[in-house]
């Protein structure tokens, strides 16, 4: 089974061709971050703009790309939300347009869900119990899966999500937009132990907390430039980067201990970042836990996770009628 897969949820507009729910046939991204840039944040007017003008050629891109035509595709997945609701409005038109002309199943996607799904391409099927966590630029979430579409919410972000502090804070230091991958790459020349920043305790213990955090690099910064010197980027990158993902580490494990699970499932923009990926790695594989992490590009935004995710709620029998809309907060759980 064929499914085009749509995302415009936010500021990429992503069209992918994956069959049976696994393997990638095209799985294409036009990115908008230039179109935002100037104004350091997506401006949803521009986002939804860009979309409507990039979705038409690059479903045919996708097409191409997967050395098929329209009538080579099965079913139609498309993002509902959570995310921009004009962003939203123009992938999900489309994808209805496309279902209805072709007469074949439309199924609207959760793009939380969608992140985890990422997991599920290109390998083995993942197996439940597991405990997922989700950090992107809009969220911070810590979810058992116990078992498929059955969703507990362990915990998740009191303020900023994870990608938006990143974001934040690249941008304080002049990294322009979005910082995540650029601090990254900075951290990586930096000193992590150069800087004791605060690790933020909350009320329940897998919530998140990370303006406390931002605020200390703005002090830190601010103190040392009163005293006339500039603070060394790269440690102030690698530290912030730390105190951000030790905390992730340490609840994620901590989490699916509890839970008495044995996998960990990564998903969203910031699980592409280098310094997450590899403590998590140690951390898992010291406690003895398997633990799933998508390529970086499966990460981020992407439409193949959209196509995938729909695939498995199509199997199961699922379809979305033609009345669907778009829910800029529709819950995961
Ligand atoms: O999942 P995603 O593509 O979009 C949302 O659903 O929000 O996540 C985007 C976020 C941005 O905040 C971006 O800065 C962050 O993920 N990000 C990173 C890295 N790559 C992307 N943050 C830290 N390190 C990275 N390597
Ligand atoms: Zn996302």
């Not at 996708?62 to 993002?79: I, N, P, S």
């Not at 105190?243 to 923009?269: F, H, M, N, P």
Request: charged share 20%; glycine share 10%.
């Amino acid at each position: 089974m064929r499914v085009l897969g749509i995302e415009t949820s936010c500021d990429e507009t992503a069209v992918a061709v994956v069959e049976d729910g696994r393997r990638i046939r095209s799985n294409l991204l036009s990115s908008q971050a230039h179109l935002h840039e100037r104004f350091g944040g997506v401006v949803p007017e521009e986002a939804a703009r860009a979309h409507l003008e990039a979705i038409n050629p690059m479903i045919e891109l996708a097409l191409r790309e997967a050395d098929t035509t329209f009538a080579g595709v099965d079913a139609v997945a498309v993002t509902v939300g959570p995310g921009l609701v004009g962003a939203l409005l123009v992938g999900i038109a489309a994808a209805k347009a496309m279902a209805l002309a072709l007469g074949v199943p439309l199924i609207g996607v959760n793009h939380l869900e969608g992140h985890i799904y990422a997991n599920f391409l290109e390998r083995d099927p993942v197996e439940e119990p597991f405990v997922s966590f989700i950090v992107s630029g809009g969220h911070t979430m810590l979810v058992h899966v116990p078992q498929p579409y059955s969703y507990e919410l362990l915990g998740q972000t009191l303020d900023d999500a994870a990608g938006e502090a990143f974001d934040k804070v690249a941008r304080f230091i002049g990294l322009g937009f979005p910082g995540g991958p650029a601090l990254d790459r900075l951290a990586q020349s930096g000193n992590a132990h150069a800087i004791r920043f605060p690790r933020a305790v909350t009320e329940h213990v897998y919530d998140f907390s990370l303006s406390g955090l931002k605020t200390a690099v703005v002090r830190y910064v601010r103190a040392a430039r009163d005293k006339g010197h500039e603070p060394l980027a790269e440690d102030l990158a690698a530290s912030f980067q730390e105190a951000v993902v030790e905390v992730q580490v340490d609840k994620t494990i901590s989490a699916a201990q509890d839970k008495g699970v044995r996998t960990i499932v990564l998903g969203g923009g910031v699980v592409a970042n280098t310094r997450l990926r590899a403590l998590m790695g140690e951390q898992a594989k010291e406690h003895g836990l398997d633990l799933l992490i998508p390529p970086p590009e499966l990460c981020t935004d992407n439409a193949a996770m959209i196509a995938c995710a729909g695939y498995h709620r199509l199997a199961r029998g699922e379809r979305t009628g033609f009345e669907v809309g778009a829910d800029p907060s529709l819950p995961l759980v």
